[in-house]
C-alpha cells in the first residue's frame, strides 16, 4: 500500500515563499511512474501543478511556471514543491499524488488524475 504524507503548507503573504514536501511512505508502485501535485480550490476545478517523472524530466502548469520548482530526493523518498512569488490566487489544498505510467503520459500529465494522493495539505496567501 503506497501512502504519500504532505507537509509545509500555511499561511504566507503575498510574494512569499514556502516548500511543501511529500514523504512516500511503502508500497510498490511501478519501474516508471510519475509523482506530482495537484491543487483544489473553493470552487474551482482541480488543476495539475507540477509533475516529475521517475523516467526523466519535469512539467510545470503555465500558472506556475516562473514560480513553482518540482524536485525530489530519491534517496528519502521526498517530493517538493519549492512554490516562491506566492499569490493569493495559488491559495488552495495541495495534493501529492503517484501515477503509473499511462497516467503520467497523458496531455497535461495527469489529467485523468492519479492512482495514489495524499491527504492534502492547505496553503494560504494573504494579500
Known amino acids: 500500500q503506497v501512502k504519500l504524507v504532505e507537509s509545509g503548507g500555511g499561511d504566507v503573504q503575498t510574494g512569499g515563499s514556502l516548500r511543501l514536501s511529500c514523504k512516500k511512505y511503502?508500497?510498490?508502485?511501478?519501474?516508471?511512474?510519475?509523482l506530482g501535485w495537484f491543487r483544489q480550490a473553493p470552487g474551482k476545478q482541480r488543476e495539475g501543478v507540477a509533475v516529475?517523472?521517475?523516467?526523466?524530466?519535469?512539467y510545470r502548469a503555465d500558472s506556475v511556471k516562473d514560480r513553482f520548482i518540482i524536485s525530489m530526493d530519491a534517496l528519502n523518498n521526498t517530493l517538493y514543491l519549492q512554490m516562491n512569488n506566492l499569490q493569493p490566487e495559488d491559495t488552495a489544498i495541495y495534493y501529492c499524488?503517484?501515477?503509473?505510467?499511462?497516467?503520467?503520459?497523458?496531455?497535461?500529465?495527469?489529467?485523468?488524475?492519479?492512482?495514489?494522493w495524499g491527504q492534502g495539505t492547505q496553503v494560504t496567501v494573504s494579500s
Open positions: 516529475l517523472y521517475t523516467y526523466g524530466g519535469t
Open positions: 511503502s508500497g510498490y508502485i511501478a519501474a516508471h511512474y510519475c
Open positions: 499524488v503517484a501515477a503509473e505510467v499511462s497516467l503520467c503520459n497523458t496531455r497535461p500529465p495527469l489529467k485523468d488524475g492519479a492512482h495514489y
